[in-house]
Structures are given as C-alpha cells and as structure tokens.
T-cell receptor, first 116, second 113 residues
Framework: ETGVTQSPTHLIKTRGQQVTLRCSSQ?????VSWYQQALGQGPQFIFQ???????GRGNFPPRFSGLQFPNYSSELNVNALELDDSALYLC???????????????FGAGSRLTVL | AQTVTQSQPEMSVQEAETVTLSCTYD???????LFWYKQPPSRQMILVIR??????QNATENRFSVNFQKAAKSFSLKISDSQLGDAAMYFC??????????FGSGTQLTVLP
C-alpha cells in the first residue's frame, strides 16, 4: 500500500507570489487534510476535503484555498504569499468524514515553503 | 479555544530507561480521540498511539503506553526501554466531532547512549 506523497519537498518563493502544493493520498483513503507547521510549533489545521468538497476549515484567510480531485489527490494553493507563510505544509489522508477511520490520519513528509 | 498543552519543551532519557511525556487538553465534547505522534528529522508525522475517550482502559502499543485521566483531561505517554530510534519530537493531539486534529507544541526527546 502506498503512503501519502507530497510535492515539491522544498521550494522558495518571494512575497506576493502564489504557490501550489500537491498531495497524493494513501490508497483507499478518500479524505485529505492540510496542516501548516511553523518552525518549532505544532501543526495547525488549514482545511479538509472529503469527496471533492471542503469539509471543515481552520482559522486561515481565504487566500489559502484547495482542491480535491476524483482520484482523491489534493492541492493547496496560497495566493499573495506573506513572510509568515514560511512553514512546513503537511498533508494527511484518512477514510471517511466520521467514524473511527476518520480519526486515523496518515501524514506525508511535507513541503517546506520559504517566503523571502 | 480548545487547546492542547505540552509543558515540557525538551526531555532526555538514558537508553533502556523509561520516560514519561506530559499532555493536558481542553474540550467541551464527550466523544473525542487523543493521539501521540512522533516527528523525526525526516519530518513525517508517525502515529505512536491512539486513545478513544469513551474507553477507560489505557492504550498500549509495545513499549508505548498512555495514562489517560479523563476527569483531569490529562494524557501522558510512557516510553519503556527507550531506544536511540525513539529520539524525535513528540506531539500530543486531540480530535473531536470536527475531525480536525489540534496539536500541542511538542516535546523534543533526546535518547542518551
């Protein structure tokens, strides 16, 4: 069974630019969640996608947006990048939006974004 | 805000010894899950152990066990027979009806040979 894969692993952008991060979910999983982890801190929930619909959102502005595709892979888009957006972005997949399976998240290794 | 607190930013343990990492949380829900995740330098978050709040029995996974005190909203992780490979950042996390994880700030565990 394949795990969660994320791309790119590292990238550098300048303030004001836009970025797209990609995530392939684990085989059999249909739910994808995105987390932002600033240096030295715990991950913060950005949003979750279930069956191609946003299914919950954390305290992040609208310039953070996402997509989920029919194959359950997902993208995280961030517009108008700010210096504080520099962080590790983690994608996690799970099965379903409720029940025990929904609580078992498999994480990818993340995409490290640096904004200059 | 419903928070998760890890009061120990750093801990160290001698190889083969036992160490306990602390975690407290806040929630108004009666049905929730608690987790300990390990994040090594490779960055990938790895699930160590999971506890359903409605279960009174403490979860155990090999050398890892928890002490779940629901009334006190406390969820500590005990690592027995510590190994060099246990060195990592450990995060306590909680999920509820929203199915999103709320993480603590982490405890950096060093294992001394």
């Amino acid at each position: 069974e394949t795990g969660v894969t994320q791309s790119p692993t590292h990238l550098i952008k300048t303030r004001g630019q836009q970025v797209t991060l990609r995530c392939s979910s684990q085989s059999g999983h249909n739910t994808v969640s995105w987390y932002q982890q600033a240096l030295g801190q715990g991950p913060q929930f950005i949003f979750q996608y279930y069956r191609e619909e946003e299914n919950g959102r954390g305290n992040f502005p609208p310039r953070f947006s996402g997509l989920q595709f029919p194959n359950y892979s997902s993208e995280l888009n961030v517009n108008a990048l700010e210096l504080d957006d520099s962080a590790l972005y983690l994608c996690a997949s799970s099965f379903g939006d409720r029940g025990p399976g929904a609580n078992v998240l498999t994480f990818g290794a993340g995409s490290r974004l640096t904004v200059l | 805000a419903q928070t998760v607190t890890q009061s120990q930013p750093e801990m160290s343990v001698q190889e083969a010894e036992t160490v306990t990492l602390s975690c407290t949380y806040d929630t108004s829900e009666s049905d929730y899950y608690l987790f300990w995740y390990k994040q090594p330098p490779s960055r990938q978050m790895i699930l160590v152990i999971r506890q359903e709040a409605y279960k009174q029995q403490n979860a155990t996974e090999n050398r890892f066990s928890v002490n779940f005190q629901k009334a006190a909203k406390s969820f500590s992780l005990k690592i027995s027979d510590s190994q060099l490979g246990d060195a990592a950042m450990y995060f306590c996390a909680r999920s509820g009806s929203a199915r999103q994880l709320t993480f603590g700030s982490g405890t950096q565990l060093t294992v001394l040979p």
